[in-house]
């Protein structure tokens, strides 16, 4: 983001509080930072805020704007700036939290308004386009993030550099809608979320069977890959968190429950139970690379006010794996999950992929040596792999760096999923080792990876990629045979037969309704492949065939459809 149209973005979220204040004097107000595309600011206020409000506000941010009112940053005492927020509750208590770091308090004043503020900011409001911007929603948000605080209303606006950026990203918000994977879940009959389990998925027949085909895909690769798959309890000891290192990083995001008057957590990772797979016999440096792959449930504690759909939930399944290696074998390893994270997701249909190396995180555990080793491995084998990547600094996992992956989707929208991870500091903590060829012990390194992450998430993404008019592979249905009338529903049952054989996902359509209106159904269900028979049909032993957005192809022989469609039975590298 260039700092032309942040200080843009910035501005506006002062002038959204200035019009907010001017309608309702009394709000108090929390903070309005910029975001991707946009700005946001939040407010403590009796009045509910609603959607309708919104244009009114604009209309004044809109006034306000044709003022030229001046940005001027000063810098105050603390002492005055707790005399001018004086107040404002929130303020002053992000006052108390800057004393300790600094002396004096940078404030920006416009017209009458005075926020808190670091800045930068545009010099004048005579800078800012009214064309250009647009709030969008109101939404409720916890001071800070936590439940603890007070729920703050939030509204929520996009800023461009221009009308044309502005209507552009309109565009593509409208056609997200179109795409929302809540929406279109409901109406595919894929899944659903029920009030007596917030948070957690119901999945439906038809979302079974997608998730199945997705992790058909999977399990050959990784099988051709020489992965063993194993299996994990969903309840393990506390100690075994403490051990882990997981308990500082994640307590807060466990569910706990207790037996035997021990304290067990519902697994919020797959690592430390693989880790003890790998413990429970002596293991040899014949043994290793060892690839041990599973595709478990995990629990986490997420606030209610951050649930999305499937991609934020309270329990998924995550395609981990945990490769014990020697030291010797990290690059090699590494270079190996590249070329399968790279192949999976040209297989499903991600052909943009972007490549990022997270460094060591300001709370992390291990030497300043093992992660200048782990983070070198990593960056090594990269380069050794001529792939383009960026360094994000500080954002690996707590236990090691890590190597992620962006993948882009039919709108452009970008989406990290998998992971590579390099970690010394658990196999030293678990005290793992191997028996080296010398004869003596080892302790191992464990490569964490995922490819699909939360599968949850990741269906989500594909029925957004898709928009629900998944491949054919991919589809829950991927043929209705629909016959004209009662005369021909012999003849349809004949041409099921025939698919049933071919392990095709299909439905014969024999109900008592028009044509139209299963074709219609057809359309509305997203169905690659509609199969009409009817009396020409019957006396050509012919099948009349309409594949999903390109209308009639035509009569054709079943023998001729199955050849055309074999081709898309699979995805392919293309």
């Not at 308090?105 to 004048?124: E, V």
């Not at 693989?274 to 986490?300: D, F, M, N, Q, T």
């Not at 090691?400 to 390099?422: E, M, N």
Request: some cysteine; hydrophobic content about 35%.
């Amino acid at each position: 983001m260039s700092n032309e149209i942040e200080n843009i973005r910035h501005s506006f979220s002062h002038i959204l509080a200035m019009a907010v204040l001017d309608f309702w004097p009394e709000a108090k107000l929390g903070i309005g930072p910029v975001i991707e595309n946009g700005f946001y600011y939040d407010f403590d206020l009796k009045y509910r805020l609603s959607p309708d409000d919104l244009p009114k506000i604009e209309k004044k941010i809109k006034a306000i704007i044709a003022q030229n009112i001046k940005f001027e940053r000063k810098e105050v005492s603390v002492k005055q700036a707790k005399e001018i927020f004086s107040a404002q509750p929130f303020k002053l208590e992000l006052i108390e939290e800057l004393k300790n770091n600094q002396q004096q308090i940078t404030i920006y004043k416009s017209g009458d308004f005075t926020d808190l503020c670091a800045g930068p900011h545009i010099d004048s409001t005579k800078e800012l386009n009214p064309d250009t911007f647009k709030l969008t929603k109101v939404a409720g948000a916890y001071w800070k993030g936590s439940e603890k605080n007070p729920q703050l209303q939030r509204v929520y606006g996009l800023a461009f550099g221009s009308k044309k950026e502005l209507d552009a990203y309109l565009k593509l918000q409208e056609e997200a809608e179109k795409r929302d994977h809540r929406k279109l879940g409901k109406e595919l009959e894929l899944f659903s979320f029920q009030e007596d389990a917030p948070g957690f998925v119901f999945w439906h027949p038809k979302g079974m069977i997608l998730r199945g085909a997705l992790m058909k895909i999977y399990d050959k690769l990784i099988n051709e890959a020489e992965y063993q798959v194993v299996s994990t309890p969903i309840l393990l000891a506390e100690e075994l968190w403490r051990k882990s290192g997981h308990w500082d990083n994640y307590k807060d995001q466990m569910y706990f429950t207790e037996i035997d008057g021990k304290t067990f957590v519902v697994k919020p990772m797959n690592c430390p139970g693989v880790i003890l797979i790998y413990k429970s016999r002596p293991r040899s440096y014949r043994e290793l690379p060892l690839r041990l792959s599973e595709a478990g449930e995990v629990h986490r504690h997420e606030p209610s006010g951050t649930l999305m759909g499937l991609f934020r939930v309270r329990a998924f399944r995550q395609d981990d794996a945990h490769i014990f290696v020697k030291e010797d074998q990290i690059e090699s390893e590494v270079k190996n999950i590249i070329k399968l994270v790279l192949k999976f997701y040209k297989m499903v249909g991600f052909n943009d992929v972007k490549i990022e190396l997270s460094t060591r995180p300001e709370k992390s555990m291990g030497s300043d040596e093992i992660w200048e080793k782990a983070e070198g491995a990593l960056q090594k084998t990269l380069k050794n792999s001529k792939l383009k990547f960026k360094i994000n600094e500080g954002d690996g996992a707590f236990y090691g760096p890590k190597i992620d992956f962006h993948i882009k989707d039919s709108l452009g929208r970008s989406w990290q999923c998998a992971t590579i991870q390099v970690d010394f500091s658990m196999p030293e903590r678990f005290g793992l080792k191997y028996i080296d060829k010398d004869g003596a012990p080892k302790q191992p390194v464990i490569i964490h990876r995922t490819i699909i992450g939360s599968i949850q998430r990741f269906v989500g993404i594909l029925i957004e990629h898709y928009a629900g008019a998944f491949p054919v592979w991919l589809a829950p249905e991927q043929i209705w045979v629909i016959p004209i009338g009662a005369e021909h529903k012999k003849y349809a049952n004949e041409i099921g037969k025939a698919l049933d054989n071919e392990e095709f996902r299909f439905q014969v359509k024999d109900e008592n309704e028009t044509v139209s209106k299963k074709i219609r159904e057809g359309e509305i269900q997203k169905i690659p492949y509609l199969l009409i028979v009817g009396d020409k049909e019957v006396k050509a032993k012919k099948i009349s065939v309409r594949q999903r957005g390109k209308r009639d192809l035509g009569p054709m022989t079943l023998k001729k459809f199955l050849e055309k469609i074999s081709a898309e039975l699979s995805p392919r590298l293309s």
